[in-house]
């Protein structure tokens, strides 16, 4: 009984570091090989709440001492985060770190001289392209980016 008492009591010790660090890191490295673009964004985003995690930890170190679960309740948070059958990095994403940045993005869209189908234009583009449009269009002019837009339509419409 000693065995499986100290088995229970370090189980944080003894899976953690698979759970949180090695079976993230592999996968991670199959994500950056596939040509599919949502295991990356689990991916990710897993290793971005973990990190929020880490600096967690080590900002209240103090205060997780005295928490006897702390151990327990990282562990379960990252398997919640790392297992497929519950994708949580994922989830997280989808439903938090999205809006967020949407929000945000759409925030200085709004607030721009834009014309307003400028706008529903660059509200449907990545960060990036969105940059490289609103670059173009300070450099050569939202008429530029009219003709660009109309260029476009017409070479879709061909297709």
Same mark, same amino acid.
């Given at each position: *009984?000693?065995?499986? =008492? +100290?088995? +229970?009591?370090?189980?944080?010790?003894?899976?953690?570091?698979?759970? *949180?660090?090695?079976?993230?890191?592999?996968?991670?490295?199959? +994500?950056?090989? !596939?040509?599919?673009?949502?295991?990356?964004?689990?991916?990710?985003?897993?290793?971005?709440?973990?990190?929020?995690?880490?600096?967690?930890?080590? !900002?209240?170190?103090?205060?997780? !001492? /005295? #928490?006897?679960? /702390?151990?327990?309740?990282?562990?379960?948070?990252?398997?919640?985060? #790392?297992?497929? *059958?519950?994708?949580?990095?994922?989830?997280?994403?989808?439903?938090? #770190?999205?809006?967020?940045?949407?929000? *945000?993005?759409?925030?200085?869209?709004?607030? !721009?001289?834009?014309?307003?189908?400028?706008?529903? #234009?660059?509200?449907?583009?990545?960060?990036?392209?969105?940059? =490289?449009?609103?670059?173009?269009?300070?450099?050569?002019?939202?008429? +530029?980016?009219?003709?660009?837009?109309?260029?476009?339509?017409?070479?879709?419409?061909?297709?």
């Amino acid at each position: *009984m000693g065995i499986l =008492a +100290a088995i +229970a009591r370090n189980i944080d010790t003894l899976i953690g570091p698979g759970v *949180m660090l090695l079976y993230p890191l592999l996968a991670s490295v199959k +994500a950056i090989e !596939s040509p599919n673009t949502l295991d990356d964004q689990q991916w990710l985003t897993y290793w971005v709440l973990y990190s929020f995690i880490a600096l967690f930890e080590l !900002s209240c170190h103090e205060i997780l !001492s /005295w #928490v006897p679960i /702390w151990p327990y309740l990282k562990l379960v948070i990252c398997l919640w985060l #790392v297992l497929p *059958m519950f994708n949580g990095a994922a989830y997280i994403y989808d439903n938090y #770190v999205r809006q967020y940045t949407k929000n *945000m993005a759409s925030f200085g869209i709004n607030n !721009s001289n834009y014309a307003e189908h400028h706008k529903k #234009v660059l509200q449907m583009m990545s960060f990036d392209a969105r940059k =490289a449009v609103e670059t173009y269009i300070h450099k050569y002019g939202p008429d +530029a980016f009219d003709r660009v837009i109309r260029t476009a339509e017409k070479e879709a419409r061909k297709h």
